[in-house]
């Protein structure tokens, strides 16, 4: 157990996605994020704002990046006849999302995220065209320095 | 970063479902819980207490709530041979919450949820039957009234 | 509301499987580590180091565990072509896992998880191989002794 006190920290992160399917690796802006605020154990959570958007981990090597796309195009085929495309066109979004989630919590022990080495945190673009997202870092932990 | 102390505050919300697949809308109640407690920076965890429910986000809008139904029948089949199947008939009902997941954490931030204008956050009726449900909201963070 | 201070515990626990698809039942090591800090309100949050592995909840009994390896299978097959698997030969267990999810959050009250009674917390192994694991245990709560 760290002692010092409870503190929480947010941030909203931009940026600006390939359009369906882009995967974006996060996983440096949090590490960066998480050090920035000297907080040495605790918990950073990740959430997408959208609902056509997604957060998950994996190993951010190319292949398996491609793997993931494929993936989620055979399990939930664009236009398949869904009732919400006659009103829009990314039904296939937004259930994939459903489906893959929309936050994950990640621990921080000795100020680090314990992450392995190769599990990246990601963000998933599941809209049909390219977009400007926002994702909120949110820490919650001690800083044994207040 | 707010100042004030930490506090946590737990409810546990009860309401009746529709049974399979009843799909319901839980966003009022928890920005009303989260406004009630005065806590302007921190999070909320949903859980779903069972393992036949599951809590997502997505667009509640009456289309894509069939076609969610209508994906979660196609990548899990009703009584598709399963073993749980020759002790009881919901086999599918538990599969398809493991899937989906029991639980989600949404920051707060001014006071609000930050979810997008079209991101619900649902509770999923998975059991084969009309239940009752338990559903826990609880929300860590900064009040600085206190 | 519970009174007293916040108070944050991590533990590492260590863990060996019996290779692809081990299914590991977690919930009795995580009571027995809320019991242990003595917090009476807060959340313990569960994630899984490493990106073959995944935290779901479910019934664990024997014919829905063998049910959940099943579809599994049926959903993200083995070896169907995977571009990851030309460096590597585990794309499935990678891809199943970013499915299922790596962590879960579930809410302490009145110094319990508030789980059900069906509702247990599993360690899915995913690789190929038999693996010794680690899994965060962290608790984050009130003490109303300190």
Known sequence: MTSGNIRIESMIYSFNTDGEIDIIDLTEEIITFVRKTGILEGRVTIFCIGST????????????????????QKLIPKAAGYIHDRIDNNAHSHLRSTLLGSEITIPVIDGELVLGTWQQIV??????????????FQILGVDPSH
Not at 53 to 72: M, P, Q, V, Y
Not at 124 to 136: P, Q, T
């Open 123 to 136: 963000f998933f673009e599941l809209d049909v065209h390219k977009r400007s997202r926002r994702v909120v």
């Open 53 to 72: 958007g997604a957060i998950a981990c994996t190993e951010f090597e190319n292949g398996l990046i491609s793997d993931n796309k494929e993936i989620l």
